[in-house]
């Protein structure tokens, strides 16, 4: 069964085990605007907790994915790489970015749940 985490830079995890898929929630996506450009981290690079690990820009703004936890890229979306308006599209599903294999998996506990999520952006 997986779990699915928040961090306040509005960075989604859906949690498999020990691998994190990675993604922007709708709200990140929308303040964004139009996703254009993606540029990934190369599989087996491994990040701390708050590193940057993806590069976007957008219409509005540059920005970044950061590593909600530590970890190793495992897969990154190279579907959105060719395509970044699928972030927008589909920012909870096909819009994912990596796939991290978690280094701690305690750490997840430090995140938001969707309760939490809903109310820090409300």
Known sequence: MSTLKFTEDHEWLRVDSDVA???ITDYAQSALGDIVFVQMPDVGASFAAG???VVIES???A???KMPVAGTIVEVNAALA????M???????AGWFIRIRLDDPSTLAGLLDQA???KLIA
């Open 63 to 65: 920005g970044a994915v």
């Open 51 to 53: 590193a940057e690990a």
């Open 21 to 23: 898929t990675v993604g």
């Open 59 to 61: 219409v509005k703004a």
């Open 116 to 118: 939490a999520y809903d």
């Open 82 to 85: 060719e395509t970044p308006a």
């Open 87 to 93: 972030a927008n599209e589909d920012p909870l599903g």
